[in-house]
């Protein structure tokens, strides 16, 4: 007999999982999770708490309790870094995440972090799991590198089976025979992990690639390919980074990163929420460009078919089904005013068209 699980329960559709207050998973909107490997300071936090929450992130990461591969390396500032950690959360408004490496750290670290994370190193720790389970805190369950979705899912249910619905799912890359990248990035399995449970699934290049050329390329394509979110990881000074230095990228770039992806900044300075207004107007731009291209293309086709380039049930049709999906900030009457001299333009373009063929 099939076994019944809970993290099957309404697979295909996706719960939402809220931290802090306006941080949620498996919403419209993607979660940007970013900040440093590790804790490594009051000052070092506080930076890079101020550059992620500028930039728009909307949860602040860093690891006090590090699993590190050798017991001699920075193992993390433990229950400092995560007063560190909250505190610079709260200078900032943002929600904090941070790794749990021991059952008996659970209590402690619930004490201090709005959300538990379980690293890779740990996905299989089962005494782990069910502490995290009972915490009362969300819970951030990595994938471990050599770990299948199967499995993946399954400790995922050890925290479900004590009552804990508050999970979600990061793929941080996958041990494979190519080592161009520190892991491999598998967007596949995280996308078929997130047809068989209800829980967001998010990713977390950073990790998976290890190299911070490809983070903001890896970044855009698991917010293209539908994942909840992205996980980064994100220095005031990277080459000064105690861990994973090589993969950390500066706030400067992670602010350049959310403007080329289109997520807000959270910043209330002018000339940061102009620049993003920009990168929106110019996206907007290229798809108007785009559109222009392919109703050209239609012109063509209805001036071989003998067909009137004016077609007003067809515009009438298009304003309708627009102002139907309007999200409730752009007004019917906006969508109607718009789209009437968007269509003009391409009515405009299409009539050329008829007259120079
Ligand atoms: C981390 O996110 O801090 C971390 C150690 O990642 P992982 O467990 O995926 O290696
Ligand atoms: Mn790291």
Not at 122 to 145: D, E, Y
């Amino acid at each position: 007999m099939a076994e019944e699980l809970l993290v099957s329960e309404g697979a295909g559709r996706t719960r939402q999982v809220v931290v802090g207050s306006f941080a949620r998973f498996g919403s419209a909107e993607p979660v940007v999770i970013a900040g440093p490997c590790a804790v490594e300071s009051a000052e070092q936090i506080l930076r890079a708490a101020e550059g992620v929450a500028e930039a728009g992130a909307h949860v602040l990461r860093g690891g006090a309790f590090k699993p590190r591969t050798s017991p001699y390396a920075f193992q993390g500032l433990g229950r400092a870094g995560l007063v560190h950690l909250r505190d610079a959360g709260r200078a900032v408004g943002l929600p904090v995440v941070t790794e749990v490496l021991d059952a008996q750290d659970v209590a402690l670290v619930a004490d201090h972090a709005d959300m538990l994370q379980i690293g890779a190193r740990s996905m299989q720790n089962f005494a782990l799991l069910r502490a995290a389970g009972r915490s009362g805190r969300p819970v951030l369950l990595k994938r471990g590198a050599g770990a299948t979705v199967d499995e993946w899912l399954h400790s995922a249910e050890y925290i479900l089976a004590e009552g804990n619905r508050e999970v979600v799912l990061c793929e941080r890359g996958i041990r494979s025979f190519e080592p161009s990248t520190r892991n491999t990035l598998d967007l596949g399995g995280a996308l078929a992990a997130r047809r068989r449970t209800s829980l967001p699934v998010i990713a977390d290049p950073s990790h998976a690639c290890g190299r911070r050329d490809l983070v903001a390329a890896l970044a855009a394509a698991v917010l293209a390919s539908g994942l909840d979110g992205v996980m980064l990881e994100v220095h005031p000074d990277p080459d000064r980074s105690i861990s994973d230095a090589a993969q950390s990228i500066s706030t400067g770039a992670f602010a350049a990163l959310m403007r080329d992806l289109h997520l807000p900044p959270a910043s209330d300075d002018l000339e940061v929420m102009r620049d993003a207004v920009d990168g929106l107007d110019e996206a907007i731009l290229s798809l108007l460009e785009r559109r222009m291209a392919l109703s050209a293309r239609i012109g063509e086709h209805k001036r071989r078919r003998g067909l009137h380039p004016h077609q007003p049930q067809r515009e009438r049709d298009i304003i309708e089904r627009l102002c139907s999906r309007s999200g409730g900030r752009v007004e019917p009457e906006a969508v109607e005013r718009i789209w009437s001299e968007i269509l003009s333009a391409s009515r405009a373009d299409q009539g050329d068209a008829a007259v120079q063929g």
